[in-house]
C-alpha cells in the first residue's frame, strides 16, 4: 500500500513563527504536492515538485517556500505564520501521469 | 478561469438512486482523470481513474470521460447511505500538475 504520512495531525502555532510541515512517501513517487483546504474553497495548490530540487509554484504560493532535498520527502516551509494561513493542509503524492495519494493531513491553527 | 469546474450542489438523492457528477476542465492537454471522495475530517480517498474517452465501470461507480468536450462525470448507481461524502474532480495537466475542483457534496436520504 502507498503511504504518505505528514509528520503532525494537529498544530498550534504563533503569528509570527517560522513553521515546518513534512511529509514522506515510501513509493518512491516523482511528484509531491501540498495544498491547502478551506471551507467552500476545495483544495488549493500550493506547490508543485517534480523531482528533488525542483518546484513549481500553485494557485497560492504566497507566504510560502518548498523543500525537496531528497525524494521521499517534501517539506512546506510557513517563513512567518500569521492567522489567514489557519487551514488543513494536505500532502500528495505521485508517479507522473497516474493517481495522487494523500496523506492524513495538518490542521495548523495560528493564534 | 479555474483549471477545473464541478457542479458545486449539494446534491442530495434517495437511497437505490442514481447520483450523476459532474466535471469540466480546461487545459486541452490533460491526460488523466481522477474522482476523489471526502468524508467530513478526511483526507481525500480515490475512487476510480481514467485516462481515454468513454466510461469505466468500477463496481456501482462509472467514470465517463469526454476530451472533445472537456467533460468529465461519475455515476453512482444504487447509492447507499455511506456515499455520503464531498466528492472531488481532479485532473493532471500536460505539466502533470494536479488540479482539484471545489467539490460536490452528496447525501443519500434513507
Known amino acids: 500500500d502507498v503511504k504518505v504520512t505528514q509528520s503532525s495531525r494537529y498544530l498550534v502555532k504563533r503569528t509570527g513563527e517560522k513553521v515546518f510541515l513534512e511529509c514522506v512517501q515510501d513509493m518512491d513517487h516523482e511528484n509531491m504536492f501540498w495544498y491547502r483546504q478551506d471551507p467552500g474553497l476545495g483544495l488549493r495548490l500550493i506547490y508543485f515538485s517534480y523531482d528533488v530540487k525542483m518546484k513549481e509554484k500553485g494557485d497560492i504560493p504566497e507566504g510560502y517556500s518548498v523543500s525537496r532535498e531528497k525524494k521521499e520527502r517534501f517539506s512546506l516551509i510557513l517563513e512567518s505564520a500569521s492567522t489567514n494561513q489557519t487551514s488543513m493542509y494536505l500532502c500528495?503524492?505521485?508517479?507522473?501521469?497516474?493517481?495522487?495519494?494523500f496523506g492524513q493531513g495538518t490542521r495548523l491553527t495560528v493564534v | 478561469q479555474k483549471e477545473v469546474e464541478q457542479n458545486s450542489g449539494p446534491l442530495s438523492v434517495p437511497e437505490g438512486a442514481i447520483a450523476s457528477l459532474n466535471c469540466t476542465y480546461s487545459d486541452r492537454v490533460s491526460q488523466s482523470f481522477f474522482w476523489y471522495r471526502q468524508y467530513s475530517g478526511k483526507s481525500p480517498e480515490l475512487i476510480m481513474s481514467?485516462?481515454?474517452?468513454g466510461d469505466k465501470e468500477d463496481g456501482r461507480f462509472t467514470a465517463q470521460l469526454n476530451k472533445a468536450s472537456q467533460y468529465v462525470s461519475l455515476l453512482i448507481r444504487d447509492s447507499q447511505p455511506s456515499d455520503s461524502a464531498t466528492y472531488l474532480c481532479?485532473?493532471?495537466?500536460?505539466?502533470?500538475?494536479?488540479?482539484f475542483g471545489t467539490g460536490t457534496r452528496l447525501t443519500v436520504i434513507p
Open positions: 481532479a485532473v493532471k495537466t500536460g505539466a502533470n500538475n494536479l488540479f
Open positions: 500528495a503524492s505521485s508517479f507522473p501521469r497516474g493517481e495522487a495519494f
Open positions: 481514467i485516462y481515454s474517452n
